[in-house]
């Protein structure tokens, strides 16, 4: 944990399950670039208060020409399933004079079942980020690619310098960069073994007869499958070391959040807005 | 697939890649209800354009007592991390006689990332839903209890019966389920091995140096850590199985991906709307 928060300001809070919240930037950075997959949520249409959520790749960095006080100022970078029509409502926010497009980005990674006596008290080791900010579309040719290169090597480190690069003028117009300046962000974190309440843990014969535990969940990588045109023998290095480390790192971390003593305590009723 | 098929309508058109786009009705119901965290959005202020997007847990089914005309009648019961706020504001909604609070939640599985010889190229092997609609708490105590039971089956299969049930009292009250009417449905699925642009696929140098195909995912369920109170010696059947079946299913899957032929066609570059 890094000793930067970010503030509490009403629309970021968490109010339920607190025990479980974290507002610590290092903590929420790193859900954030680790999960394969952000939802992010905008409004189409202004008049009617409905929203969209779809899934989009996305990470979390701060450009080296970019204005800094520091971890805060990262911005969160998006690409692929940027519809056009998400492109052109952060261009038209920006028209109207306003500071971008209001969206919301989750994060969430499951790292295991937790089992427990009864249906009410089973839970999720999770890890999840909720950023909430407003949306530009990145014009800066330079950032533009630092910020393709950035999400590229989210998916397999060092990956981006060992394809065919740089982009050329057609690729260059077809991708579409998303940045959001975030206004608050929150996290949640449990991490654990089963916990019941006072009632059932008193009742032998609920004790005698339902198994309770984890069942530690990890995004595992399989062997990597080379395509139908590859020419290249031997999986390349970049390839073959994130395969074997990351699926270490999972294991581990699942495992680990199943074994570990819970650090905190049951919400209690009024844990609740 | 199914011959069952949500209408396009506008609202849930899926307006890039159409190429690996559904509206099949099974296609989406399996979407979401293989994937352990939904994502729900809505918008907490009518006035404010800004939405929020929430990690919860979530199971499309129809209720025996519930009105049919068949599996586009099927609702998404959501529970879990259910704010306060959500349900006030669902429960707003019907009180200003809506239709509910407009809702949308989203699905998404990772097969595989796809790993081509530009950063352009690459792409994951995926399988998405998104659902739009208006959603109400359950009120009705049968639904509820019925609800329950559904949701928690999913995480573990026949696990309801394998704890302490049925809910007491307080427990009764403490939970609550959020049912979504769903208004329209899309999913997009890719699946399939890598694919580049032709002005690539001319280029030696390109081919002879850039190791393309795809990493497998999938999330791993590994072996089961009995809790710190548990008595029961054995891993019982419903987990057991569960694990083993799981595991095998899901591998099968994520290979199966990687290595078929890819079904359909690179987008067109007017592809999007």
């Given at each position: 944990m890094s000793e930067?928060v970010y ?12 025990h ?7 903590t ?12 992010v949520?905008?409004?189409p249409d202004p ?13 979390l ?6 204005e800094?006080?520091g ?5 969160c970078y998006?690409h ?6 998400l ?7 920006v028209?109207r004079g306003?500071?971008?497009?209001p ?5 969430t990674?499951v790292?295991g ?6 249906p009410n ?10 950023l909430?900010g407003?949306?530009t579309?990145?014009e800066?040719v330079e950032?533009k690619?630092w910020a393709m290169?950035l999400i590229?090597?989210?998916v397999?480190?060092n990956r ?10 057609a690729e260059?117009q077809s991708?579409?960069?998303l940045?959001l300046?975030?206004?608050?962000a929150?996290?949640?974190?449990r991490?654990g073994?089963?916990e ?5 843990m008193?009742?032998e014969?609920?004790?005698?007869s339902v198994?309770t ?6 995004e595992?990588l ?5 395509g ?7 999986i390349p290095?970049?390839?073959?070391r994130?395969?074997d480390?990351?699926n270490?790192?999972?294991?581990q ?9 819970a ?6 009723k009024n844990?609740?807005?």
């Amino acid at each position: 944990m890094s000793e930067t928060v970010y503030a509490k300001q009403g629309f970021n809070d968490v109010n339920r399950y607190k025990h479980q919240a974290t507002y610590d930037v290092e903590t929420i950075h790193a859900i954030v670039n680790n999960t394969p997959v952000l939802h992010v949520s905008f409004v189409p249409d202004p008049a009617i208060p409905a929203p969209v959520v779809l899934p989009m790749i996305g990470q979390l960095g701060l450009y080296p020409g970019d204005e800094s006080k520091g971890e805060l100022d990262w911005k969160c970078y998006l690409h692929g399933y940027v519809s056009s029509r998400l492109m052109k409502l952060a261009d038209d926010a920006v028209k109207r004079g306003e500071e971008g497009l209001p969206l919301c980005v989750a994060a969430t990674k499951v790292d295991g079942f937790v089992l427990t006596l009864t249906p009410n008290s089973h839970n999720y080791n999770y890890r999840s980020a909720v950023l909430h900010g407003f949306g530009t579309v990145v014009e800066d040719v330079e950032e533009k690619i630092w910020a393709m290169k950035l999400i590229t090597n989210s998916v397999v480190p060092n990956r981006y310098d060992n394809t065919r690069v740089p982009p050329d003028g057609a690729e260059m117009q077809s991708t579409r960069i998303l940045k959001l300046k975030i206004s608050g962000a929150s996290g949640k974190v449990r991490e654990g073994v089963p916990e019941d309440e006072r009632k059932d843990m008193k009742r032998e014969d609920v004790l005698d007869s339902v198994w309770t535990g984890v069942i530690p969940v990890y995004e595992k990588l399989g062997e990597p499958q080379a395509g139908p045109y590859n020419r290249v023998k031997e999986i390349p290095e970049h390839v073959r070391r994130f395969v074997d480390e990351e699926n270490e790192k999972r294991e581990q971390y699942a495992f680990n959040a199943a074994g570990k003593p819970a650090p905190l305590k049951r919400p209690k009723k009024n844990d609740e807005n």
